[in-house]
């Protein structure tokens, strides 16, 4: 078993850099989402689909 994780080392720390990745940008993401900002991060007012976002305003 420690002789695959020696052989396999530099992929297994990609792979938990790319995991720690993935999960900061779901966390930004939902904090996003709570607060009430938009998930493109753009301005809305020169979206050409905005009216389908947001149809309560």
């Known amino acids: 078993m420690f002789e695959w994780i020696m052989g396999n080392i530099g992929t297994i720390c ?13 966390i930004n993401i939902i904090r996003n989402k709570k607060k009430g900002k938009s998930a493109c991060g753009c301005n809305c007012n020169g979206c050409a689909i905005s009216d389908c976002c947001h149809k309560d305003k």
Request: net charge neutral; proline share 0%.
């Open 14 to 26: 990609v792979c938990l850099v790319l995991a720690t990745a993935v999960v900061a940008i779901l």
